[in-house]
């Protein structure tokens, strides 16, 4: 197994195994000892593409997983990569999801988030929590993680599709209102939500905690070029944060006061481009 020795200079690593998620979403396998939290990110850099933000979907301090959504020119050229290839990575990088012994947590994905709050499950389960999952998506085709999540003892799964295809039709915010309400039902409280996602998604779920009273931590993902805080490029209206210093993961307490958390994000040039 390869160890790590540097965090903020890359190091290259095999691809040790591909596992197909779904059409367009591959989760990536390294032997490698990484020593992530639940939250953080890796820079991955695909030789002769680029180099881009990658959550750790797994980290047990032998192997660590990503889970990657073919998008764009970057995850193309990884998508096109062999078991055994050759990609650099530095990290982790970033801030991370904080579990206490016993929260009663909600944990709710839409998208690729689903791997990382995946990661957190796992670590909240060390930590003798209750979890509550929810995933949210378009219809069942786009609802990943499901069997990893099935595989968790004690967690309660949840899902909501806007078609209706899969579990509660409808938006996973309605989804959380309810579970919140049916866990307070049971005299019990949900003390902390966690949540990755589209960002709007991740707005409206920040919403529902807020008022619903619970703390709410979400990953603010801005367009990242170095990782580490000197390029700039992540900096957050109207404050100037760094995403990937400050962040990725931050309390909604704050987020909320961002006035483009929501709203738009810039592309690599710095440009505005307003969420639709
Ligand atoms: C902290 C952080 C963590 C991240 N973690 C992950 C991760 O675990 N898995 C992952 O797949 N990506 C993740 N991303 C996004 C990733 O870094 C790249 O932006 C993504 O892979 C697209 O790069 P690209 O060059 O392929 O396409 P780009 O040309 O950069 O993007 C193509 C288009 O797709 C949009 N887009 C980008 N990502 C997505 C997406 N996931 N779903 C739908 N549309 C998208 C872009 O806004 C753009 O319009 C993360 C980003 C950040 C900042």
């Known amino acids: 197994m390869e160890s790590k020795k540097f965090d903020t200079r890359p190091v290259t690593i095999q691809i040790k195994k591909i596992i197909k998620e779904s059409d367009n979403v591959n989760t990536y396998v390294f032997e490698y000892s990484l020593g992530s939290k639940p939250g953080q990110f890796v820079m991955m850099w695909i030789p002769g593409v680029d180099e881009k933000p990658m959550s750790v979907a797994y980290d047990d301090g032998n192997e660590f997983w990503v889970t990657v959504c073919d998008v764009g020119p970057a995850s193309n050229a990884l998508f096109k990569m062999k078991e055994g290839d050759y990609i650099g990575i530095r990290g982790p990088f970033g801030t991370y999801y904080y579990i206490e012994e016993g929260d009663h947590l909600a944990l709710v994905a839409g998208g690729y988030g689903a791997a990382p709050m995946y990661f957190a499950a796992i670590e909240a389960l060390k930590k003798n929590c209750k979890i ?67 960002e709007v998604m991740m707005k409206f779920v920040g919403d529902v905690s807020w008022k619903s009273g619970i703390d709410c931590y979400v990953s ?57």
């Open 132 to 198: 509550e999952f929810l995933i949210g998506a378009r219809s069942k085709d786009f609802v990943l993680y499901v069997n990893k999540i099935l595989g968790l003892h004690d967690v309660n799964l949840h899902i909501s599709t806007n078609d209706g295809s899969m579990g509660f039709t409808g938006l996973v915010t309605d989804l959380l209102e309810n579970v919140i309400k049916e866990i307070e039902e049971k005299g019990e409280k949900i003390n902390k939500v966690f949540t990755c996602g589209p």
């Open 220 to 276: 603010v993902e801005k367009y990242m070029k170095c990782g580490i805080g000197v390029c700039g490029q992540c900096t957050v209206d109207p404050s100037g944060v760094l995403a990937c210093k400050q962040g990725s993961v931050m309390k909604y307490n704050y987020v909320r006061t961002l006035s483009e958390f929501g709203k738009y994000h810039r592309d690599a040039q710095g440009k505005k481009i307003y969420f639709a």
